[in-house]
């Protein structure tokens, strides 16, 4: 039996990045970015502010072309983005992207409803979601009544959602989940993403947390979108190539 048959439900093949070349206005941004990410695994992308890193997820999420290099999830080319939503490819963008005259619960359950989820599991699942980032008493209020912390844990309640609402393989890729909030938030969300991992998710988080980067099972930093392996992801036993 092949590794892909043996893997549980829900687990697919890795999400693969190889050799993604980034350019804007004749300017690389992003040179020669490779990487593998297995489910359940749960990797970090440093770097400093410029240095790329919300090029390469948005790369790996359909969001941007490349000009050079491909991304595959799970055999799959990642083209678009509508083609990487039918794959399971979730985004917490950068800045939260939440509709300010909507509450904290109607922007989690907005898109659960477009994913076809009916109205009464999109409301459990997002009282669910905003419970776990510590917000169970905040989803009647509006996005514009929160502060900046607030609206980012809502952020991550959103894709959190989006990504239990999906039964096969999934990805969910963070964009500085955590620049807004304290310790206690921080360290709440970056087990929200190893949960996720440990549920089956492929997990990217763009950080410039030292801690949160240290709880990821490897760290690629890039610096003026040159990438290097601080500390590579474990290669697993069925030898998948790891870049
Ligand atoms: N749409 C765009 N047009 C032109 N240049 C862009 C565009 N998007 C990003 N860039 C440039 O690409 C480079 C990388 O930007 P990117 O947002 O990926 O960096 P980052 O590492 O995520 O930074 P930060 O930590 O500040 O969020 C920057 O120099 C930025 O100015």
Known sequence: MSTEQAMEPGVGGPLVAEDLAVGF????????????????????????????KTTLLWALAGLRAADSGTVTFGGEPVQERD??????IVVVPQG?????????????????LAAGVTSEQARVAAAAALESVGLGHSGHQLIEELSGGQQQRVAVARGLAQLGALSGPRVLLADEPTS????????RIVQLLRDAAIAGA?????THDPEAAAACDGELHLDAGVPHWVRPL??????AALA
């Open 234 to 239: 474990p290669v697993l036993d069925d030898g």
């Open 83 to 88: 083609g990487a939503v039918r794959l399971g």
């Open 25 to 52: 206005d004749g300017r690389t941004v992003l040179d020669g970015a490779g990487l593998a990410v297995r489910s359940g695994q749960l990797l970090a992308v440093t770097g400093p502010s410029g240095a790329g």
């Open 96 to 112: 939260n992207a939440l509709a300010t005259v909507l509450t904290a619960s109607e922007n989690v359950v907005v898109p659960l």
């Open 180 to 187: 807004e909030l304290d310790a206690v938030n921080r360290a």
């Open 202 to 206: 492929t997990v990217v988080m763009a």
